[in-house]
């Protein structure tokens, strides 16, 4: 699948985001990409793609605690 792809390079790709509009980009793509695949979940029920779903968004947790300025280990 296309989008399974996606998620992973997503996944593999540098987390380091440079500027506010990297970060707001990343975290943008991180939830579209989870409700894809959260689309995708619905219908398979394939444990995986839950799988992959959980570590996306562990992803967008900490992009998203960055741009709100909490430090990254509370």
Do not use: C, H
């Not at 992803?59 to 280990?73: D, M, S």
């Amino acid at each position: 699948m296309k989008l399974i792809e996606k998620a992973l390079e997503f996944e593999t790709r540098k987390k380091r985001f440079p500027t506010t509009s990297d970060r707001i980009m990343a975290a943008r793509e991180a939830k579209d990409l989870i409700l894809s695949l959260n689309e995708v979940y619905k219908e398979n029920k394939d444990a995986k793609i839950m799988d992959i779903m959980k570590r996306l968004t562990v992803i967008k947790q900490r992009i998203e605690r960055r741009l709100k300025g909490k430090p990254l280990t509370a």
